[in-house]
């Protein structure tokens, strides 16, 4: 499903129109990502499942191209662990 489906999806379930649905996501999305930026780092939608911040270490990669290795820097990353009502509905 892309973004374009979704919000026709979210106008129709809550009977408004696109452009009020698209704001919708739009601001959930942003205060995710705002919620995600913080040093906490969590967002928990009970049943739907919860997104977190974690910090990736640095390591040593190879290139697989060339075979030669690189080092790849530290960094932060997003992961997704879905919830009890979720998990039981996929």
Same mark, same amino acid.
């Given at each position: 499903?892309? *973004?374009?489906e979704?919000i026709?999806?979210?106008? &129709?379930?809550?009977?408004?129109?696109?452009?009020?649905? $698209?704001?919708?996501?739009?601001?959930?999305?942003? %205060?995710?990502?705002?919620?995600? &930026?913080?040093?906490?780092?969590? =967002?928990?939608? =009970? $049943?739907?499942?919860?997104?977190?911040?974690?910090?990736?270490?640095?390591?040593?990669?190879?290139?697989?191209?060339?075979?030669?290795?690189?080092?790849? *820097?530290?960094? %932060?990353? =997003?992961?997704?662990?879905? $919830? *009890? &009502?979720? *998990?039981?509905? =996929?």
């Open positions: 499903m892309t *973004k374009t979704l026709e999806q979210m106008a &129709k379930d809550a009977g408004t129109s696109k452009a009020t649905a $698209g704001a919708s996501l739009d601001s959930f999305m942003a %205060n995710v990502t705002k919620a995600l &930026k913080g040093k906490d780092g969590k =967002v928990t939608l =009970v $049943g739907f499942g919860t997104f977190a911040k974690v910090r990736r270490k640095a390591r040593k990669g190879r290139n697989p191209q060339t075979g030669e290795p690189i080092k790849i *820097k530290a960094r %932060n990353a =997003v992961t997704f662990k879905a $919830g *009890k &009502k979720l *998990k039981e509905a =996929v």
